[in-house]
Nanobody
Framework: QVQPVESGGGLVQAGGSLRLSCAAS????????MGWYRQAPGKQRELVAA???????PIADSVKGRFTISRDNAKNTVYLQMNSLKPEDTAVYYCNTLPYPLAWGQGTQVTVSS
């Protein structure tokens, strides 16, 4: 696969949790910083959180304390653990490289009901 493949989205009640997975090729995973992005209907795509080589990886203020990004090097996979989900977290979630993203994949839909 050329581009990362996202999975793990779904419908969840407010206050619930989801764990998203992003499977990337080794060439991408081992040579780029990785991040999770999201795009809600009618809104611009935004960076949610990232894993970077350097210190102080970016994370959106709106998800601080609720979302955690991690990775499994053996599986070339990046995860996004999302807790205390809110309806405003509803969006299509994508993973991609930083700071220059590659082609966007299909993403995975996260819908949070109130």
């Amino acid at each position: 696969q050329v581009q990362p493949v996202e999975s793990g989205g779904g419908l969840v009640q407010a206050g619930g949790s989801l764990r998203l997975s992003c499977a990337a090729s080794g060439s991408i995973f081992n040579h780029h910083d990785m991040g999770w992005y999201r795009q809600a209907p009618g809104k611009q795509r935004e960076l949610v959180a990232a894993i970077t080589v350097g210190p102080s990886p970016p994370i959106a203020d709106s998800v601080k304390g609720r979302f955690t990004i991690s990775r499994d090097n053996a599986k070339n996979t990046v995860y996004l653990q999302m807790n205390s989900l809110k309806p405003e977290d509803t969006a299509v979630y994508y993973c991609n490289t930083l700071p220059y993203p590659l082609a966007w994949g299909q993403g995975t839909q996260v819908t949070v009901s109130s």
